[in-house]
T-cell receptor
């Protein structure tokens, strides 16, 4: 398996624009997570899905953020409108609890810069 | 207060030193304890995990959990420059679908 695949790798946009981040989890994994990482706040959980259903979105900062998982192999995180404070690295991760280690497999991240 | 607090660092040690990385947690329901390693510009990768209290050893790495004091530790023996990375502790309870992460400690091992 190629691992968790995220796109784009880098995104530079202007304030007010819509940003869409994409994630393909590992096949067979039934949990998908979106995290945001900054120096100031560390690694923050934004939302997670189980079997394509959103379970906990309490980490989504505000209504400008939305996430979808239309099927088991694809998820998006959308920011509309984007703001400079949204600049961060966004990670997608997947896992299955059939794995006793509860290991999270992270993608390489999307470096988002909002100017 | 965060559920998982981690010594912020950064930490700089000479090659060959023993490194101790530490976290505390507040949720008594946490049963799973993990350490992730994150290299620059990469996603975190699981290094070790333990269930409940006790020690677990894997090569130069030892993970230790003391549930009575809610303390999590990772020890690295004979540290190498290739160990230079950010280390994140994480915890979760049995029924949770999610892990709670510490903020990470950045370690530099100098040759």
């Amino acid at each position: 398996d190629a691992g968790v695949i995220q796109s784009p790798r880098h995104e530079v946009t202007e304030m007010g624009q819509e940003v869409t981040l994409r994630c393909k989890p590992i096949s067979g994994h039934d949990y998908l997570f979106w995290y945001r990482q900054t120096m100031m706040r560390g690694l923050e959980l934004l939302i997670y899905f189980n079997n394509n259903v959103p379970i906990d979105d309490s980490g989504m900062p505000e209504d400008r953020f939305s996430a979808k998982m239309p099927n088991a192999s694809f998820s998006t995180l959308k920011i509309q409108p984007s703001e400079p404070r949204d600049s961060a690295v966004y990670f997608c991760a997947s896992r299955t609890l059939r794995d006793a280690s509860r290991k999270l497999f992270f993608g390489s991240g999307t470096q988002l810069s909002v100017l | 207060q965060k559920e998982v607090e981690q010594d912020p660092g950064p930490l700089s040690v000479p090659e060959g030193a023993i490194v101790s990385l530490n976290c505390t947690y507040s949720n008594s329901a946490f049963q799973y304890f993990m350490w992730y390693r994150q290299y620059s510009r990469k996603g975190p990768e699981l290094l070790m995990y333990t269930y409940s209290s006790g020690n677990k050893e894997d090569g130069r790495f030892t993970a230790q959990v003391d549930k009575s004091s809610k303390y999590i530790s990772l020890f690295i023996r004979d540290s190498q420059p290739s160990d230079s990375a950010t280390y994140l502790c994480a915890s979760e309870n049995t029924n949770a679908g999610k892990s709670t992460f510490g903020d990470g400690t950045t370690l530099t091992v100098k040759p």
